[in-house]
Nanobody
């Protein structure tokens, strides 16, 4: 099974930007559609953005216009460019297939936005 490892999180001030990366141990082209998800303590994991093999994207209403998902199939990497961050974006961010595969969750990367 392909392993996914997220990186790029950190502490940023409100209004700032971050770029998250998700590196796969195998071919994401073979995986198909990919997604970024996020979770805060006490809440269910939520879908943030998805991207198909062909590059079609969809976003949660809460991040539309601020986040951008992309993929590099040659590098087996999926990205999430986040801008105009707010404290409500604070969460652990994960990548996975879309729909998600139960056993494919990586460790996630923490994003903390200070006000």
């Amino acid at each position: 099974q392909v392993q996914l490892v997220e990186s790029g999180g950190g502490l940023v001030q409100a209004g700032g930007s971050l770029r998250l990366s998700c590196a796969a141990s195998g071919s994401i082209f073979k995986i198909g559609a990919m997604g970024w998800y996020r979770q805060t303590p006490g809440k269910q994991r939520e879908l943030v953005a998805t991207i198909t093999i062909g590059g079609s994207t969809n976003y949660a209403d809460s991040v539309k216009g601020r986040f951008s998902i992309s993929r590099d199939n040659a590098k087996n990497t999926v990205y999430l460019q986040m801008g105009s961050l707010t404290p409500e974006d604070t969460a652990v961010y994960y990548c996975n297939k879309y729909p998600p595969a139960f056993g494919a969750w990586g460790p996630g990367t923490q994003v903390t936005v200070s006000s």
